[in-house]
């Protein structure tokens, strides 16, 4: 891996931007939750969640010109965009016209006082917090000054893994859920044949190839707990877990479960099998 001494890594520069990026996440949460409050649904975060970190590339990528290498600059706000305006599209069309969504719905049911400052706490500041932890890891790259060596071009590699089985996985879920006879039914063909997480999997390899681009050159690496932050969550947090739970008590669901790898893709289980 391409190593430079942290002398040749702009730091003034690039503590300078943080505040900017803090801001501009912070600005698109504040419309985002004027807009959760004149719909009465506040899940509209989940449709923002996405844009939130191509502001953050969008931000870093304008204030690192003159500063950073520009071969990763352009790189990481490619993935980043092409990643994040996918999953904003994806889950605004799922869920337009729908209710709040059930996990809101039943987490804003206790809260104590204003409906609306209990989700400005619960919803949208952790997860500002989360959004620019997480972006650090693009952030630090788009400063970072050594030239994209053989690491960043297999992140690329895995990002587009990561995100073929995200968009794919959307794409399955989306058709069998149009269909009304297998209403009440479990997917268990094409990807979610070998995860039961494909969407997740997949969001989780498009950090780690992007991480990977960034890590490419010193001192991108000490960024690691920026992606591994995003796996947690949605493979032992709020992702993987808040789903099976909801799915628990479908027929069929336990045999998949026997069956189907939890999150990285595997060949099927024979029946009884562990």
Same mark, same amino acid.
Request: glycine share 12%; aromatic share 12%.
């Given at each position: 891996m391409p190593g430079l001494p942290l002398s040749d890594?702009?730091?003034?520069?690039?503590?300078a931007?943080?505040?900017?990026?803090?801001?501009?996440?912070?600005? =698109? *949460? %504040?419309?985002?939750? +004027?807009? !959760? &409050? /004149?719909?009465?649904?506040?899940?509209?975060?989940?449709t923002v969640w996405g844009l939130g970190f191509v502001v953050a590339a969008a931000i870093s990528w304008f204030l690192s010109a003159g500063?950073?290498?520009?071969?990763?600059?352009?790189? =990481? *706000? %490619?993935?980043?965009? +092409?990643? !994040? &305006? /996918?999953?904003?599209v994806h889950i605004g069309?799922?869920?337009?016209?729908?209710?709040?969504?059930?996990?809101?719905a039943d987490m804003l049911s206790s809260a104590p006082g204003s409906r609306n400052t209990y989700a400005l706490r619960k919803v949208y500041l952790p997860q500002g917090v989360i959004?620019?932890?997480?972006?650090?890891?693009?952030?630090?790259?788009?400063?970072?000054?050594?030239?994209?060596?053989w690491l960043a071009w297999l992140g690329v590699l895995l990002w587009g893994v990561g995100f073929v089985f995200?968009?794919?996985?959307?794409?399955?879920?989306?058709?069998?859920?149009?269909?009304?006879?297998?209403?009440?039914?479990?997917?268990?063909?094409?990807?979610?044949?070998?995860?039961?997480?494909?969407?997740?999997?997949?969001?989780?390899?498009?950090w780690a190839g992007i991480f990977l681009v960034a890590a490419d050159s010193w001192p991108g690496v000490l960024t690691i707990l920026s992606p591994a932050l995003m796996i947690w969550l949605l493979a032992g947090k709020s992702g993987?877990?808040?789903?099976?739970?909801a799915m628990s008590s479908r027929?069929?669901?336990?045999?998949?479960?026997?069956?189907?790898?939890?999150?990285?893709?595997l060949p099927p289980r024979r029946r009884g099998g562990r």
């Open positions: 890594f702009p730091l003034g520069p690039f503590l931007s943080l505040p900017w990026v803090a801001a501009g996440i912070a600005a =698109l *949460l %504040a419309v985002t939750f +004027v807009v !959760g &409050v /004149r719909q009465r649904r506040h899940s509209v975060m989940d500063h950073g290498d520009g071969g990763r600059r352009l790189l =990481l *706000l %490619a993935l980043v965009a +092409v990643w !994040g &305006v /996918r999953l904003a069309l799922r869920a337009r016209g729908a209710h709040e969504d059930p996990r809101y959004l620019f932890f997480v972006s650090l890891t693009v952030q630090v790259g788009m400063f970072s000054t050594g030239t994209l060596g995200e968009t794919v996985g959307d794409w399955q879920l989306a058709q069998f859920k149009a269909d009304p006879s297998r209403r009440g039914t479990v997917l268990n063909t094409g990807l979610w044949r070998y995860t039961r997480h494909p969407n997740y999997f997949g969001d989780a390899a498009v993987k877990p808040l789903t099976e739970k027929p069929g669901y336990k045999e998949y479960v026997e069956a189907t790898s939890g999150f990285l893709p």
